[in-house]
């Protein structure tokens, strides 16, 4: 039977990606490991490998196709003994349809309550087992949002499994749902061509979302309605770190061009400073669940960096253990990676908090929001002269005013306030890094 080659989840949220080309074509011989296609995700592009042997039958998505959802078919695996013609024309038999991946609603829906613990049969008509829908899980989620029967949907996707686009064909055919007369409905969102109308015919660009900004996008929105948000900020100053900071890079070994091995950066002791502040104050150091508070044994920082069209928060894993100029290397790396999307998902994903520093475009000070599972995040202003009281006197030193956003379910007041404190202290006293 041919072997479907499907659109792969490469990170957990994926739910679509964009085939951005083929490195094979119909026709070649595929052996495990081969490199196929590369996918473009939200963050990074990624290559598919092949699993399976055989002979390039069909390529059903082409090479620039955009959106397309996760587990679709893309392409078209001759077996052993197969005629890749006879697979690519449809004469071939047909693999049967595994059930699709369940989403994390339908794992508890599906779960055995309290009261009863025998599984559940598929719904019944007339006394008999209804049979099983295949729906993508985006378009379950949906449909389970927006109260449609899938039962009533017909999948327009491979074996009729119903997508995305179905359930959204759907909803603006059905009719409207009667109002609620006891209470008002919330004013919706004005549709794309309302917005577009307010404007002059010509005077703008349209230019679509891609991936990542339409990732983006969601996720903040996900967090201003789900995370509350409060706000910690303090003064730090720096006249010892930078005077510590001149000095280590003086130090830095030379090759033999007179290439500095390592530049310090003072966002490299940002990074170093609350992974140690994390690890001093362990209750800060977490992620909210549902379920249970999850206590990190280590610091992951996530460092945000700008790329094209956006941005992409790399980890520092265990930073605490790591030394300055580690730190200064790796970020260096990262970014450089980040830029060109070459990026690995483990290296972006996770990290219980980041660091968003803007101060090298002069802003004073702001606030983040946290991304999501982290539970805290530090926006970091720029370094300026400013008079300070100094032994009872007025005096002019270094400052730099940083924000700590915090999620009041996993971090509460006096739990933000100590990580900060403990941060502005290794940040004045920043001779405790190296200890």
Known sequence: MPIDILMPALSPTMEK???????????DTIKPG???AEIETDKATMEVEAIDEGVLAKIVVPAGTADVPVNNVIGLIAGEGEDAKS???GNAPQ???????KTPEEEKEQAPSHQN???RPPPSVNGQPGPRIFASPLARRIAKESGLDLAAITGSGPHGRIIEQDVKAALAHAPAAPRNTKAPLPAPAPSDELIRQTYVAGSFEEVPHDLMRKTIARRLVEACRTIPHFYLTADCNLDALMSLREAMNEAAPKD???????KISVNDFIVKALAIALIRVPDANVTWTESAMLKHKHADVGVAVAIPGGLITPIVRAAETKTLSVISREMKDFSARARARKLKPEEYQGGSTAVSNL??????SFSAIINPPQATILAVGAGAQRVIVKNGAPAVAS???????????????VLGAELLAAFKTLIEQPAGMLA
């Open 399 to 413: 400052v730099m005013s940083v924000t700590l956003s915090c999620d009041h379910r996993a971090v509460d007041g």
């Open 95 to 101: 693999p049967s349809v595994a059930a699709p991946p």
């Open 117 to 119: 613990s025998a599984p």
């Open 359 to 364: 101060g090298m475009f002069g802003i004073k």
């Open 256 to 262: 033999k061009e007179g290439k500095l091995a390592y």
């Open 17 to 27: 990606g964009n085939l951005s080309r083929w490195l094979k074509k119909e026709g």
């Open 87 to 89: 697979v690519a024309e």
């Open 34 to 36: 081969d490199v196929l």
